[in-house]
C-alpha cells in the first residue's frame, strides 16, 4: 500500500516560516491535499492540487511540490496555526485507496 | 447550512455489530460521493470507505475489508457505515467526509462532519 510520510513534529518561533513535508514514491504524478486538525475538531482542508487555496484560508498558508516531495508552508507564524498537519493522496494503483500521511504536529514556540 | 452529523456511535464488545450514520443537509447528496474516515485516540487519520454516488461502486481499506460495508440512503441523504466483527483497533472517531465545494483533481475532503466516538471494550 502507498505511504506518505510526515516529520512528527515542527517546531517554530513567532513570526518566522514553518515548512511541513510529505513524501512518497512518485508524489510528483499525485494531487496533493493538505489538513490541518485543532484539539477535538475536524480536520480543516488547508490546500488541495498541490497549491491551491480554498476559499478562506489565508495566504500565508501555501503548498508546492518538487520531486518526491510536497511541502506545505505557513508564513508569519502565529499562535493560532498551532495544529496537527496531514498531507493526503488518491491513490489507484491497487484498488482505489486514499491515503493519508502520519501528521505533523506543529508547534509555535 | 451545509453540513454533515453524525450519529450511532457508542461502546460495543469485541466481535459484536455496530452501524453509523451519516444524515448531510444543505447540498445535493446524490451528487456526491461519500468517505468515512478514523482517527483512533491520539493518532492520525485513517481512511476507511468510500462509497460512489448513485452506491454503485465502493471501496475500503484492507483493515477493515469484508468487515465493514459503506451504504446510503439517497431518499433520505444518509450516509451508513455498517461494522460487523469489531476489535478493540476499530476504537476510533468515525468522521463522513466529502467533497462538495472544491474542485480538486482527486477527492480532496472540504466538508467534514464533527465526528462520532466508537470504542470497542469488553
Known amino acids: 500500500s502507498y505511504v506518505l510520510t510526515q516529520p512528527p513534529s515542527v517546531s517554530v518561533a513567532p513570526g518566522q516560516t514553518a515548512r511541513i513535508t510529505c513524501g512518497g514514491n512518485?508524489?510528483?504524478?499525485?494531487?496533493v491535499h493538505w489538513y490541518q486538525q485543532k484539539p477535538g475538531q475536524a480536520p480543516v482542508l488547508v490546500v488541495y492540487?498541490?497549491?491551491v487555496r480554498p476559499s478562506g484560508i489565508p495566504e500565508r498558508i501555501s503548498g508546492s511540490k518538487s520531486g518526491n516531495t510536497a511541502t506545505l508552508t505557513i508564513s508569519r507564524v502565529e499562535a493560532g496555526v498551532e495544529a496537527d498537519y496531514y498531507c493526503?493522496?488518491?491513490?489507484?494503483?491497487?484498488?482505489?485507496?486514499?491515503?493519508f500521511g502520519g501528521g505533523t504536529k506543529l508547534t509555535v514556540l | 447550512q451545509v453540513q454533515l452529523v453524525e450519529s450511532g456511535g457508542g461502546v460495543v464488545q469485541p466481535g459484536r455489530s455496530l452501524r453509523l450514520s451519516c444524515a448531510a443537509s444543505?447540498?445535493?447528496?446524490?451528487?456526491?460521493?461519500m468517505h468515512w474516515v478514523r482517527q483512533a485516540p491520539g493518532k492520525g487519520l485513517e481512511w476507511v470507505a468510500v462509497?460512489?454516488?448513485?452506491?454503485?461502486?465502493?471501496y475500503y481499506a484492507d483493515s477493515v475489508k469484508g468487515r465493514f460495508t459503506i451504504s446510503r440512503d439517497n431518499s433520505r441523504n444518509t450516509l451508513y457505515l455498517q461494522m460487523t466483527s469489531l476489535r478493540s483497533e476499530d476504537t476510533a472517531v468515525y468522521y463522513c467526509?466529502?467533497?462538495?465545494?472544491?474542485?480538486?483533481?482527486?477527492?480532496?475532503?472540504?466538508?467534514w462532519g464533527q465526528g462520532t466516538m466508537v470504542t470497542v471494550s469488553s
Open positions: 467526509a466529502t467533497q462538495v465545494v472544491v474542485i480538486a483533481t482527486q477527492d480532496a475532503f472540504d466538508l
Open positions: 444543505g447540498f445535493t447528496f446524490y451528487s456526491y460521493g
Open positions: 462509497t460512489s454516488y448513485d452506491g454503485s461502486n465502493k
Open positions: 512518485d508524489i510528483g504524478s499525485k494531487s
Open positions: 492540487d498541490d497549491t
Open positions: 493526503q493522496v488518491w491513490d489507484s494503483s491497487t484498488d482505489d485507496s486514499w491515503v
